[in-house]
């Protein structure tokens, strides 16, 4: 009877863990800055950048974590005398390890909709390499046209990751769909 008990004891204990991590996230962070020790680094929810609801840690050794269960977009920055080390990354806080690098082309990966950031984040990037030439040359139609494409690959993407996620969500509100 004592064994039962003690089995039962630790099933329970590892289910209790177990279930209380499924929908916390967690965002381990890296930074490429040499002289950011001891630093603060913050995680704000996009729309709620209220002390109440941002959140910070210290870098040590180049790292730092993040951990909670509140799923919003968010924007990992470093405090505003040190935001020229690194720069700004969107991160959606769903369940899951989150995997980012602060830095001069910061990026993060690790769950589907940060993997999906990541992919329209080197999306943007690429459009803005086209795009700003062909504009600044005077080339409005061809420039107007490279972005309707990344609108539409915009749109495509929040369709795919799903419109009511966080993150097809955001990417609907920057890009709605027409009305016909």
Request: hydrophobic content about 40%; glycine content about 8%.
């Amino acid at each position: 009877m004592k064994k039962a008990l003690i089995l039962l004891f630790a099933l329970s204990s590892v289910l209790f863990f177990s279930c209380g991590r499924n929908d916390q996230y967690r965002i381990h962070g890296r930074v490429t800055a040499n002289d950011l020790e001891d630093m603060q680094i913050f995680l704000v929810p996009l729309g709620h950048e209220t002390a109440e609801f941002v959140d910070s840690v210290h870098i040590h050794n180049h790292e730092f974590f993040f951990k909670g269960k509140e799923h919003w977009m968010c924007e990992i920055r470093l405090g505003k005398y040190h935001r020229d080390k690194g720069q700004n990354l969107l991160v959606v806080t769903e369940p899951g390890d989150i995997y980012v690098t602060i830095g001069p082309d910061s990026s993060g990966g690790g769950t589907p909709q940060n993997d999906s950031l990541q992919v329209w984040k080197d999306l943007t990037i690429a459009r803005n390499k086209v795009f700003g030439p062909l504009y600044d040359a005077g080339r409005k139609a061809e420039a107007d046209s490279v972005h309707n494409a990344y609108k539409e690959r915009t749109r495509e993407l929040a369709r795919n990751v799903g419109e009511e996620s966080i993150l097809g969500a955001f990417l609907l509100n920057l890009y709605p769909v027409p009305a016909e």
